[in-house]
Structures are given as C-alpha cells and as structure tokens.
C-alpha cells in the first residue's frame, strides 16, 4: 500500500523524466557499527553479524569487526556466549554463533551485548507468537506464459494462512527457490501488518515465478512492533524517492543503543515449502 | 480591541455628521468596451494631491468640501481619463477607460498616478498582469500565472514543473490561494505542469508577500488572490486556444445589455488522446470549468454567482488510478448602503477531494478522502474621506475533513479502515484603518481576531505518550457531541504598515504582520502532492502563528518608466507543523503521534528593477533569501535548512513589442539548489540490502539550475481593435539551451542494461532526475 503511494509520487516522473548517473561529493562518514542479530525457534539459525560502515562508493564487502564479545541473556538468567567464526569459514568472518546452540521460546526476552572496545551496544527483544501456513498452491500465469522472462518460469506459488484477529501480529517473510532468495525487485522487503488484512491470507502470490519442479519455501517470521517498524523504515529508505513527494530519508528506528545501526530480531518461524506443479 | 474598534467608528461616525457640509463622489472604474470593472484603480484629486484606489469591485468614493476639482481616473494598461467637475452637492459617476493602444512611438501620456509603487502604501504586493503572461514564454505554451508568480522576487518554486510555490521562508501549504473569494487547496494539474488557473478567464491576480491585509486570514505566506472576469456585458465574444497539451474555450456575453453577463470556459487536455493513440495503458487528462453569471440589478446593487470545478484523472493499465479536484461555488452581492459605505456580502461552498483505487487482485481497495467548507463572509469598505478608510467585516467558515476511507475489494487481503472526520468552525472579525497622517506619512494599521474551533462529532483517544510513533498506546477516550466544542483556539493578529515619502519619487515603507494558520497540510516531503490531506488545529495540533518585519525603499525613475524596490524581511514562525523522522502519513490511525511542531526562522533581500513603459518591458528580480527550521524529533533536534531553502535566485523576465504583429518575449531564471537528505555511507544488512546513512537533514545541496525560454507571439491582423476576429499564434521555445536542470537526486543499486544487479552487488550509485530537455511548443488562438 505505502509503495502504491511512493510511486503515485513517480508517477508524473515516469511520464517525463529523464535519469542519469552523477557522482556526488559527499564528506567523510563518522564509523558507525553495525549489529545484526536474529534468534528464532529453529536452532540452527541464531547469529549475529557484526560489520562497520562503508563509504557510498567502496567497493567490495564491508569491514567485519572479528575481536567483539557478545553474549545474549535469556529472561535475565541464563547468559549464553557467542563465538566468533568457530569453523573459520571465509564467509563468515564477522559473524557469531552461540556456543552449544539457541532454541528460542516464544514468550522469552533476550538481551543482546555486544562489547567492541570501549563501546557497549545493547538490544532487547521477546518472541511473538506466530501463526501457521496452510498451504502453498501455485497458479499458472497466461501472460508470463506467453512472454516469459526466464524460459519456463511461469507458475506463481500463493500463500494460505489464517490470520488471528485478536492480537497484533506482523511478519516478515521470505521467499527461496531451490534454496535461493529471491525477490521482485532488490530493493523488496516484504512485511505485513495485520491492521490492514482482513481475517485470512488467502492466495497471497510470493516473490517470483517458478518453473516445474522447483521447490519453493515460504519463510515467515513474527516480528514485535519495534521490527515491523524497523523494517517498514528500511523500506521507504530503500525504496524512497529522497524526499521530494515522500518523505525525506531517515535512518531506521531500532533497538540498538548507542547509535548502532541494524537490528536485533528475535523471530519465531512458520515454515513451508511445495514442489511446483501444475494446477490446471 | 473589539471594544476600541466599536469606539473608533463611533468616533469616525460622528465627525462625519458634525462636519461641514461634505459632498461625495462615489462610483465604479469600468473597463469601456467590456464593461469589466477594474481593481486597484487609481481615482486622484489633483487639487488634494490625495486619492482613492478602487476596491475589489471597482467601487471608488471620495468625500470631499464642495468645490471644483479635477479628477483623474487611470489604470495601468488604460488612457487616463481627466474630470474637472464642480461638486456641491454627492455625485454618483462611473468612469469607463479605455485600452491604450500599443503604437509604435513612445506613450505620450504620463500619468501621475503610475507611482503606485512608491506612493501606494503597500508594499511586498505584485500584481500579475494576464496580458503580460500571456506574451511570455511558457512550459507547453499554456500560460500560467503561478510559473509567473515563481519568476517574482521573494518567490521560490520547488523545481521545474511544479505548481506549488514558496514564500519568503513559507512551505508550500503557507499560501492562501483565492479564485473569486473561494480557497482552492490543490492549485495544481498533471502534478504541477499546469495549474487550475485558466488565463482566458483571469481579470486580475494579486500576491501579497507581506503586509497583508486584515480582511485575509488562515494562511501564514502569502495570498494570491485571483478574480475571474464577469463577463462582457457590451457584446458577445469569446476566445478559443489549441495548445500542444490542452485546449481552451471561452464565451461570454451579456444576457442583458449593461446589465447582467456571463461568462463560461472550458480547458481540456488531451494527452490521454495521444497516450491512446499510442496503445499506452497508462491515461491521464484533466479539465477545467469555471462559469460565471453577474446581475446588475441597479447602481446600489450587483450580484454574481461563480462557479468553479476541474479535476485530474490518472490511470495505470488496468491496475490503478487516482483522480483529485475542487470545485467551488461562491456567491456575492454588492451592495451600497450609501455612496461612502459599500459592502460585499459572500457565500462559498468548497470542496476539495482525491480518491485512489488498486484492481489488483490481492490489494484491490478504494480510498477516497474529502475536505469541504462552507463560508460567510461580511466585509465593508467605508470611505470616510480621501484620508481615511476602514475596512472592516466577519468571516465564518465551517470545515469537514474527512481525510478517507479504504473500501476493499471483494478478493482483496486487505480489511475495510475508516479515520475519524474532523470538524472546525473558524471565526475572524477585523478591522483595519488606512489613514493618511500628512502628506508625506500614511499608515494602514488594524488587527484580525481569529478564533477558531475544533468541534464534534469526534472520538478524542488521549495517549499514554503522544510522541510514541512505534507504539501508540491509547489509554482513554473522550466522546463528544455534534458541534460540541474540543478545543477553541484565540488569537490577535495585528497588522501594522506605513509608507513615508521621501520626495515625489521615493519612499520608504515598514510593515509588521502576525498570521495565523489553523489549517495544516499533512505532507513531509518537499513537494505536496493531491493525496496530502488537510488537518485542523486539533487538541494534538496548535496553531501555526508567524510574524513577519519588512522594510522596503522604493523609487521610480524617468517618469515613472522605471520602478525600483527593495526589500527586506524577516519573518519567524511559531508552532510551524512538521513531521517525525520516519513519520508515516497516509491513513494512520495514530496520526497526531506524528506531529512534530518547532520554529522556524526566513530572511532576505529582494531587489526588483521593472521597466514598465515603452517598447521593450520587463524586469529583474533576485533574491537572496535563507529559511531554517528548528524541530524537536527532527534532525535529532538540530537546526536544519528548510526543504525550499535557496540562497540565490535570479530572473530576467522581458517582452518587446516588435510590430503591431510580432511580440517576443523571454526569461532567463536561475536559482540555487535546493537543500536534500542525502546518504554519507552505506552498510550491510539483511542477504544483501545496502542501505544509506542519513546523518543530516537537507544537509546535501543540489546543483544551481539555470535556463532560459522564448516566445515569439505573432497577430497577423494588423488592426487588434476593429476587427471581429483576431487570431495569434504563439511560439515558444522552453530550456533553450537544453539544459539538465537537476529536478531531485536519488541513491540505488547500479543495473545494467539487461536490469541485472552490477559487479558483486555492493555498488551505489546516484541518480539524478532532470525534467524538460529543450522543448518546442506552439498555440494557436482566436479571439472572437
């Protein structure tokens, strides 16, 4: 809905407007830290991913931050420490794990503590509940059909899921084909707020078309307040058009101390997953 | 003060009666082959070096002793038509000017009362002359007079193609906009490319920067305030334009001779034909109405009934559309109480509305939104002697906001939300005395009282923290009633202007006014678009409140050929209504969560040089003007340059009368950039977002723009008076260099041509929007 309403403000834009790469001249950023950290239900998922600030034209991964101490508390008792890298993967330099695993439990708050240095960077985050996915169907699109972008990939796969109307909920979702994640467009997140859903989610099409016999898998995560907000934020900073019809760019808010940026999500998951076939 | 008001005129009253035997010479100022009546007519006693300038309907009075003088009854545009009369007793007389015709040897005829500029005790006023715009290049040949308001000193515009304008330091929502009387709350079409002013109709447009006038009220900038044509009530015409992007139709004509007219026009675009044409999915079009009926019923009374109503279609394929319009309906009757009291009594209903639809098959919904208003307004002028005249009068006006409702499809995921409507009711009673002290010193000095209502049918929630915008908590609610009063809002605006004299050519002006704006605009980004709603001052929103000094020094040179003025000004807003970072707007049930109110702070110079006489006419104008905004929860608190901050703005606007065929004209604009949010670092988060900084509000500027435009106007008919018909083509030439004038900036990923993610996919890059490339255009019209 809010993108409906972004691009109402490209609309004239696009009737017109013509587009061209500049450079621009930007003064020399103040390092700031970067905390990304997610718990869910699942045991294998728990992380947090520690990385620095990088300047709007480097190229190349951002710096990881590999010496920080960071531990999580459960419910202000049992204290649960995170190990930098223990495989020493290349591509997980900057990234923690907790030492013997965490299984989250809906209900449970976590405290996130990160020490880098001198500098203390706390979070707190309890579990929501989340709902169940019936099922995923899929539907045959004619039109992609007739012009597809990829060959073969014509199929969409819908969500069905019940929707309870007395709490509030929001959810993050996130969508794979064949075990990648895909989106529309790079810039998706796709986040929803049960405000504006009526009692079911019937035949929600995901990201994506899909070909026969890809396996596609819906990840959906319950999110707090404070996360839906974060990441409705991240969108409309990822997706603005600077501030001329919508509003000016602004960091997202977060449940980071001390000015770090990115989040600390405690998720429970709904998982589910079909093999594409033909519906007709 | 209302007290002391009452006193004054009692005061004023009664020295008229135990005056000597005192004669009036009252009447209108009348355009002499329309019948139109002319505002801001100047009528001047030569033998008083003292006058009276006609009002908003042409009406003048002078009350002098018996005695012979001569008047002088001109207008800018018109020969002067001079009067040696020999008054002993009241005399009604309307004078009827005629056109001066544009020849090719100088203007003979000088009249004294063209020092306006420096005699009149107003200051930061341009009057914008339809003629004058008609002649000057334009974006698509369509005339506008809000892209001329923009070339005026003290006037900022957001960007090419836009329609909003910005008033010495004034957000876009500052500028009380007035079409007969009648707010229009969206002055823009096709988002900004033209505006709902149709120039066929126009008979005069006035802003007032500063130095407004106690008889306007609710907006914090500026009035721009815009008077259709009644109607030739002599004889039948009409004109008709074909432009690139949109025609225009006008007729008017008495319905019966001198004494009642009409006057109908139509403007339509027809870009949806073109788009149609080229089996594009994607419609647009617009259209204006305006219809005007006026009724002299006799010398003492006059009646007119106006109507207006235009609107905006857009669709997207088969998956969205929205559409927008106001429409007005005003209602005035003049009437004289006696040849030195004339009063103007007007009802306007208003309506403004937007509505936006989705079909897609999952977020199919329906959302329409409404502001409505319906007004009284009293206003007399009392002419009590060539050096004194009050103005006083009440206004009332009762608002509905209705900002929407989502109406869901029958497939749609999404549920049914409705917000609240809000109700106001906003009075203002004022008075203003412009008074001539000595010959050299006039003062115009008065007040408005505005009191203004938030009213029920309403649920008010209170909040646990009404600056929690993550999560609102509502702890109670109050219900109240129809009508029942939420929360009542006072305030005094006095006005205060004065002009000295320095010699017959210069002088010196000082003006101080407070405004007070209880109707705000709900819309963050720089530029409003028609789905902002309006909300009223409300328990969660105070009053705006802004004061505004300004000093300016004019001088006319050569006769009056040449006018000068320079200004300065200072102006600081209280309550200024803005948003949290990261407000979100549009349909929040929880919208007063977002409202941020702060300071803030607009000064600068402006420098105007108007050469009005003669073959080749034009002006300079440059500004340099600085705008800055304090807002807690913006900006983390700091001060921060407002969205239409520019430093320096420059326009060179002339036209030459060539031949009695041939005009050119053009204008060379520039301006610096305005402020933008922008990013100063990246970072990673989530598989692969890289999303920006934001350290700085409007911390980033952009590049100046600059560009220069011509119009070519040719009228193949030599004689324009004589003939019945007379056709001209206009030719322009917009962005003549074709300049990529920076529109807005942006940060994305880098794709290639295949819309593929560049290189690994941690690159940035920025984008810059620029609009209008060198662009030709040609209208043809007939005036008939």
Same mark, same amino acid.
């Given at each position: 809905?809010?993108?409906?309403?972004?691009?109402?403000?490209?609309?004239?834009?696009?009737?017109?407007?013509?587009?061209?790469?500049?450079?621009?001249?930007?003064?020399?950023?103040?390092?700031?830290?970067?905390?990304?950290?997610?718990?869910?239900?699942?045991?294998?998922?728990?992380?947090?991913?520690?990385?620095?600030?990088?300047?709007?034209? !480097?190229?190349? $991964?951002? %710096? #990881?931050?590999?010496?920080? +101490?960071?531990?999580?508390?459960? &419910? *202000?008792?049992?204290?649960?420490?995170?190990?930098?890298?223990?495989?020493?993967?290349?591509?997980?330099?900057?990234?923690?794990?907790?030492?013997?695993?965490?299984?989250?439990?809906?209900?449970?708050?976590?405290?996130?503590?990160?020490?880098?240095?001198?500098?203390?960077?706390?979070?707190?985050?309890?579990?929501?509940?989340?709902?169940?996915?019936?099922?995923?169907?899929?539907?045959?699109?004619?039109?992609?059909?007739?012009?597809?972008?990829?060959?073969?990939?014509?199929?969409?796969?819908?969500?069905? !899921?019940?929707? $309870?109307? %007395? #709490?509030?909920?929001?959810? +993050?979702?996130?969508?794979?084909? &064949? *075990?990648?994640?895909?989106?529309?467009?790079?810039?998706?997140?796709?986040?929803?707020?049960?405000?504006?859903?009526?009692?079911?989610?019937?035949?929600?099409?995901?990201?994506?078309?899909?070909?026969?016999?890809?396996?596609?898998?819906?990840?959906?995560?319950?999110?707090?307040?404070?996360?839906?907000?974060?990441?409705?934020?991240?969108?409309?900073?990822?997706?603005?058009?600077?501030?001329?019809?919508?509003?000016?760019?602004?960091?997202?808010?977060?449940?980071?101390?001390?000015?770090?940026?990115?989040?600390?999500?405690?998720?429970?998951?709904?998982?589910?997953?079909?093999?594409?076939?033909?519906?007709? | 003060?209302?007290?002391?008001?009452?006193?004054?005129?009692?005061?004023?009253?009664?020295?008229?009666?135990?005056?000597?035997?005192?004669?009036?010479?009252?009447?209108?100022?009348?355009?002499?082959?329309?019948?139109?009546?002319?505002?801001?007519?100047?009528?001047?006693?030569?033998?008083?070096?003292?006058?009276?300038?006609?009002?908003?309907?042409?009406?003048?009075?002078?009350?002098?002793?018996?005695?012979?003088?001569?008047?002088?009854?001109?207008?800018?545009?018109?020969?002067?038509?001079?009067?040696?009369?020999?008054?002993?007793?009241?005399?009604?007389?309307?004078?009827?000017?005629?056109?001066?015709?544009?020849?090719?040897?100088?203007?003979?005829?000088?009249?004294?009362?063209?020092?306006?500029?420096?005699?009149?005790?107003?200051?930061?006023?341009?009057?914008?002359?339809?003629?004058?715009?008609?002649?000057?290049?334009?974006?698509?040949?369509?005339?506008?007079?809000?892209?001329?308001?923009?070339?005026?000193?003290?006037?900022?515009?957001?960007?090419?193609?836009?329609?909003?304008?910005?008033?010495?330091?004034?957000?876009?929502?500052?500028?009380?906009?007035?079409?007969?009387?009648?707010?229009?709350?969206?002055?823009?079409?096709?988002?900004?490319?033209?505006?709902?002013?149709?120039?066929?109709?126009?008979?005069?447009?006035?802003?007032?920067?500063?130095?407004?006038?106690?008889?306007?009220?609710?907006?914090?900038?500026?009035?721009?305030?815009?008077?259709?044509?009644?109607?030739?009530?002599?004889?039948?015409?009409?004109?008709?334009?074909?432009?690139?992007?949109?025609?225009?139709?006008?007729?008017?004509?008495?319905?019966?001779?001198?004494?009642?007219?009409?006057?109908?026009?139509?403007?339509?675009?027809?870009?949806?034909?073109?788009?149609?044409?080229?089996?594009?999915?994607?419609?647009?079009?617009?259209?204006?109405?305006?219809?005007?009926?006026?009724?002299?019923?006799?010398?003492?009374?006059?009646?007119?009934?106006?109507?207006?109503?235009?609107?905006?279609?857009?669709?997207?394929?088969?998956?969205?559309?929205?559409?927008?319009?106001?429409?007005?309906?005003?209602?005035?009757?003049?009437?004289?109480?006696?040849?030195?009291?004339?009063?103007?009594?007007?009802?306007?209903?208003?309506?403004?509305?937007?509505?936006?639809?989705?079909?897609?098959?999952?977020?199919?919904?329906?959302?329409?939104?409404?502001?409505?208003?319906?007004?009284?307004?009293?206003?007399?002028?009392?002419?009590?002697?060539?050096?004194?005249?009050?103005?006083?009068?009440?206004?009332?006006?009762?608002?509905?906001?209705?900002?929407?409702?989502?109406?869901?499809?029958?497939?749609?995921?999404?549920?049914?939300?409705?917000?609240?409507?809000?109700?106001?009711?906003?009075?203002?009673?004022?008075?203003?005395?412009?008074?001539?002290?000595?010959?050299?010193?006039?003062?115009?000095?008065?007040?408005?009282?505005?009191?203004?209502?938030?009213?029920?049918?309403?649920?008010?929630?209170?909040?646990?923290?009404?600056?929690?915008?993550?999560?609102?908590?509502?702890?109670?609610?109050?219900?109240?009633?129809?009508?029942?009063?939420?929360?009542?809002?006072?305030?005094?605006?006095?006005?205060?202007?004065?002009?000295?004299?320095?010699?017959?050519?210069?002088?010196?002006?000082?003006?101080?006014?407070?405004?007070?704006?209880?109707?705000?605009?709900?819309?963050?980004?720089?530029?409003?678009?028609?789905?902002?709603?309006?909300?009223?001052?409300?328990?969660?929103?105070?009053?705006?409140?802004?004061?505004?000094?300004?000093?300016?020094?004019?001088?006319?040179?050569?006769?009056?050929?040449?006018?000068?003025?320079?200004?300065?000004?200072?102006?600081?807003?209280?309550?200024?209504?803005?948003?949290?970072?990261?407000?979100?707007?549009?349909?929040?049930?929880?919208?007063?969560?977002?409202?941020?109110?702060?300071?803030?702070?607009?000064?600068?110079?402006?420098?105007?040089?108007?050469?009005?006489?003669?073959?080749?006419?034009?002006?300079?104008?440059?500004?340099?003007?600085?705008?800055?905004?304090?807002?807690?929860?913006?900006?983390?608190?700091?001060?921060?340059?407002?969205?239409?901050?520019?430093?320096?703005?420059?326009?060179?606007?002339?036209?030459?009368?060539?031949?009695?065929?041939?005009?050119?004209?053009?204008?060379?604009?520039?301006?610096?950039?305005?402020?933008?949010?922008?990013?100063?670092?990246?970072?990673?988060?989530?598989?692969?977002?890289?999303?920006?900084?934001?350290?700085?509000?409007?911390?980033?500027?952009?590049?100046?723009?600059?560009?220069?435009?011509?119009?070519?106007?040719?009228?193949?008919?030599?004689?324009?008076?004589?003939?019945?018909?007379?056709?001209?083509?206009?030719?322009?030439?917009?962005?003549?260099?074709?300049?990529?004038?920076?529109?807005?900036?942006?940060?994305?990923?880098?794709?290639?041509?295949?819309?593929?993610?560049?290189?690994?996919?941690?690159?940035?890059?920025?984008?810059?929007?620029?609009?209008?490339?060198?662009?030709?255009?040609?209208?043809?019209?007939?005036?008939?």
């Amino acid at each position: 809905m809010k993108r409906i309403v972004c691009l109402m403000g490209w609309s004239m834009l696009l009737l017109l407007a013509c587009e061209e790469v500049v450079i621009i001249d930007i003064e020399e950023l103040d390092e700031r830290v970067i905390i990304e950290g997610l718990i869910t239900d699942q045991r294998q998922q728990a992380f947090v991913k520690l990385t620095r600030s990088r300047d709007f034209y !480097a190229e190349g $991964p951002a %710096d #990881r931050i590999t010496n920080a +101490l960071v531990e999580v508390t459960i &419910n *202000d008792g049992e204290v649960v420490q995170f190990v930098h890298n223990p495989d020493r993967f290349p591509a997980l330099e900057g990234y923690y794990f907790p030492f013997g695993g965490l299984e989250g439990v809906v209900g449970s708050e976590y405290r996130l503590s990160v020490r880098i240095g001198e500098e203390l960077y706390e979070a707190r985050e309890a579990m929501p509940p989340v709902t169940t996915i019936d099922s995923l169907t899929t539907r045959f699109d004619q039109s992609e059909f007739d012009d597809p972008q990829v060959s073969g990939r014509y199929y969409q796969v819908l969500l069905n !899921a019940q929707e $309870p109307q %007395d #709490r509030d909920d929001q959810y +993050l979702f996130k969508f794979y084909r &064949n *075990d990648t994640l895909i989106r529309d467009f790079p810039t998706d997140i796709y986040v929803a707020e049960d405000e504006l859903l009526g009692g079911n989610i019937a035949e929600l099409e995901i990201a994506g078309y899909y070909a026969l016999d890809d396996v596609a898998r819906v990840e959906m995560y319950s999110l707090t307040r404070e996360a839906f907000i974060y990441y409705s934020d991240l969108s409309n900073l990822l997706n603005g058009d600077g501030g001329l019809f919508s509003p000016p760019p602004a960091n997202p808010r977060n449940n980071i101390s001390n000015s770090a940026l990115g989040y600390f999500q405690v998720s429970a998951l709904a998982l589910d997953q079909v093999v594409v076939y033909d519906p007709r | 003060m209302l007290r002391s008001g009452i006193a004054l005129l009692f005061m004023l009253f009664s020295l008229q009666l135990t005056a000597q035997n005192r004669v009036t010479l009252s009447g209108y100022v009348r355009d002499g082959a329309t019948g139109e009546e002319l505002l801001g007519a100047t009528v001047f006693v030569k033998e008083k070096q003292n006058g009276v300038v006609t009002n908003g309907y042409g009406f003048y009075s002078l009350t002098l002793e018996p005695g012979k003088y001569t008047f002088l009854f001109s207008f800018i545009g018109y020969e002067t038509v001079e009067r040696k009369l020999v008054l002993n007793e009241s005399l009604s007389l309307n004078i009827d000017l005629i056109e001066s015709s544009q020849t090719l040897e100088e203007v003979v005829v000088v009249s004294e009362r063209e020092d306006e500029n420096v005699t009149d005790i107003q200051m930061s006023r341009n009057d914008i002359s339809i003629a004058q715009v008609k002649k000057l290049p334009s974006l698509f040949g369509e005339p506008d007079i809000i892209k001329s308001i923009q070339l005026l000193p003290g006037v900022i515009s957001a960007g090419e193609g836009t329609s909003s304008f910005f008033v010495r330091g004034g957000s876009a929502d500052q500028n009380l906009i007035l079409i007969d009387e009648a707010p229009v709350y969206d002055p823009s079409h096709l988002f900004g490319l033209f505006s709902v002013f149709n120039a066929d109709v126009i008979k005069s447009s006035e802003l007032y920067k500063g130095g407004i006038p106690a008889r306007y009220g609710g907006r914090l900038s500026s009035v721009l305030d815009v008077r259709t044509k009644d109607g030739n009530n002599q004889r039948f015409g009409g004109e008709a334009g074909i432009g690139l992007l949109a025609s225009s139709l006008m007729l008017e004509g008495p319905i019966k001779q001198n004494e009642s007219s009409f006057i109908i026009s139509a403007r339509r675009s027809y870009v949806d034909a073109f788009l149609r044409a080229a089996d594009q999915d994607n419609l647009v079009f617009f259209y204006d109405v305006n219809a005007k009926i006026n009724w002299r019923a006799s010398n003492k009374d006059r009646f007119f009934l106006a109507l207006y109503a235009g609107r905006d279609d857009f669709d997207f394929g088969d998956t969205f559309g929205f559409d927008w319009g106001n429409r007005t309906a005003t209602f005035r009757w003049n009437h004289l109480f006696n040849d030195k009291l004339f009063s103007n009594t007007t009802l306007i209903a208003n309506s403004f509305d937007y509505g936006l639809g989705s079909t897609s098959a999952t977020n199919a919904f329906n959302w329409d939104s409404n502001l409505s208003e319906f007004s009284f307004k009293e206003d007399i002028n009392f002419y009590i002697s060539p050096s004194l005249t009050l103005d006083f009068g009440y206004h009332l006006t009762y608002r509905k906001f209705a900002p929407g409702k989502i109406v869901p499809g029958a497939t749609s995921i999404l549920g049914a939300t409705e917000l609240q409507n809000e109700q106001a009711l906003d009075h203002a009673i004022y008075l203003s005395v412009k008074h001539k002290i000595s010959d050299k010193l006039t003062l115009d000095y008065g007040g408005r009282l505005s009191y203004f209502q938030n009213v029920g049918d309403y649920t008010l929630y209170l909040y646990d923290d009404v600056r929690d915008n993550i999560n609102p908590t509502r702890i109670d609610s109050i219900q109240y009633g129809g009508f029942e009063t939420i929360v009542d809002y006072l305030n005094f605006e006095p006005r205060f202007g004065a002009r000295y004299l320095l010699n017959k050519s210069t002088s010196l002006k000082l003006s101080y006014q407070r405004m007070v704006q209880n109707t705000h605009l709900i819309s963050s980004g720089t530029v409003p678009v028609p789905f902002n709603t309006w909300a009223p001052s409300s328990t969660y929103l105070k009053p705006q409140v802004a004061d505004q000094f300004a000093l300016g020094y004019f001088r006319n040179f050569k006769g009056n050929s040449y006018e000068l003025s320079v200004e300065a000004y200072y102006k600081d807003i209280q309550n200024v209504t803005d948003f949290a970072d990261n407000a979100s707007i549009f349909f929040n049930q929880d919208l007063p969560t977002e409202f941020r109110q702060g300071t803030s702070t607009a000064y600068g110079t402006e420098f105007m040089l108007q050469k009005k006489k003669g073959l080749f006419t034009g002006f300079v104008s440059y500004t340099w003007s600085l705008a800055e905004r304090t807002v807690e929860g913006v900006n983390q608190g700091r001060v921060f340059f407002a969205n239409y901050d520019r430093r320096n703005t420059l326009n060179i606007v002339g036209t030459y009368e060539h031949s009695p065929k041939w005009t050119f004209g053009g204008n060379f604009t520039y301006g610096t950039g305005r402020p933008i949010t922008l990013t100063s670092g990246t970072y990673e988060f989530g598989e692969s977002y890289l999303p920006d900084i934001i350290t700085e509000r409007n911390g980033y500027r952009l590049p100046a723009f600059h560009r220069i435009d011509l119009s070519a106007t040719l009228t193949p008919q030599k004689a324009r008076k004589n003939k019945n018909i007379e056709t001209s083509w206009v030719f322009g030439l917009y962005n003549v260099y074709s300049r990529k004038n920076p529109f807005t900036l942006f940060t994305s990923i880098p794709l290639d041509d295949d819309g593929q993610v560049e290189g690994d996919g941690t690159l940035r890059e920025a984008r810059m929007i620029y609009l209008f490339p060198i662009l030709p255009s040609f209208t043809y019209n007939i005036k008939f």
